[in-house]
């Protein structure tokens, strides 16, 4: 039996229904997609907020959530630039303009300036900090920023972006350490102090 659009009066052997409507009246029942803006650090490519500090979330996830379909099953293709996802009218593809906003996150901006939070100091036997050196770096270096790793006669110091990515650096590999504050000046009326984590191998 032959089904005829309501709308357009097209039947579906020509067209294809999405429940009672033809797929093109269909979509022209729903409200068209705003352009979602989405802000990117130029050095890293991570997704920045408002504050420039980066976002724990994909590209995907942003745009679905920025377009509020939040409980429509909605996915995101980038390389089309279009959404799927649930509608009253069946599941949809349509397109969707991404406008990027360049800016530097604020672990890169300072990463450029040699800034830091924290010193890891890594003492004990040579051959044991050395390798362990490298493995806390390679943590460290995926939520913050390492400017400098100094070489000393009794050890290793390496210069944190972040004072609290320092700290679960050291609790992830499950590393006892002394914690010290030293005072480093004032910004706003506000004390700036910086932090030392003494570990022991």
């Given at each position: 039996?032959?089904?005829?659009?309501?709308?357009?009066?097209?039947?579906?052997?020509?067209?294809?229904?999405?429940?009672?409507?033809?797929v093109?009246?269909?979509?022209?029942?729903l409200?068209?997609?705003e352009?979602?803006?989405?802000?990117l650090?130029?050095?890293?490519?991570?997704?920045l907020?408002?504050g420039r500090?980066?976002?724990?979330?994909?590209?995907?996830?942003?745009?679905?959530?920025?377009?509020?379909?939040?409980?429509?099953?909605?996915?995101?293709?980038?390389?089309?630039?279009?959404?799927?996802?649930?509608?009253?009218?069946?599941?949809m593809?349509?397109?969707?303009?991404?406008?990027?906003?360049?800016?530097?996150c604020?672990?890169?901006?300072?990463?450029?300036?040699?800034?830091?939070e924290?010193?890891?100091?890594?003492?004990?036997?040579?051959?044991?900090?050395a390798?362990?050196?490298?493995?806390?770096v390679?943590?460290?270096?995926?939520?913050?920023f390492?400017?400098k790793?100094?070489?000393l006669?009794?050890?290793?110091?390496?210069y944190?972006?972040?004072?609290n990515?320092?700290?679960?650096?050291?609790?992830?590999?499950?590393?006892?350490?002394?914690r010290t504050?030293?005072?480093?000046?004032?910004?706003?009326?506000k004390?700036?102090?910086?932090?030392?984590?003494?570990?022991?191998?």
């Amino acid at each position: 039996m032959v089904r005829y659009c309501p709308l357009c009066a097209k039947p579906d052997s020509q067209v294809e229904f999405h429940g009672e409507l033809c797929v093109q009246c269909a979509k022209s029942r729903l409200k068209p997609f705003e352009p979602v803006n989405a802000m990117l650090c130029t050095k890293c490519g991570q997704l920045l907020d408002r504050g420039r500090n980066r976002k724990d979330c994909s590209l995907a996830d942003e745009v679905i959530r920025l377009l509020k379909l939040k409980g429509t099953n909605a996915t995101f293709n980038e390389a089309k630039s279009f959404v799927e996802y649930d509608t009253p009218y069946g599941r949809m593809a349509r397109p969707v303009l991404v406008l990027f906003e360049k800016s530097m996150c604020t672990v890169c901006d300072r990463a450029g300036s040699q800034y830091f939070e924290a010193v890891i100091q890594l003492r004990g036997d040579a051959n044991k900090v050395a390798r362990i050196t490298g493995m806390v770096v390679q943590k460290l270096e995926q939520k913050t920023f390492v400017p400098k790793i100094e070489e000393l006669k009794e050890g290793i110091d390496i210069y944190c972006g972040s004072r609290n990515e320092a700290i679960a650096a050291l609790n992830a590999f499950s590393f006892s350490y002394v914690r010290t504050e030293k005072l480093a000046g004032q910004r706003d009326g506000k004390r700036l102090y910086r932090t030392t984590l003494l570990v022991r191998l």
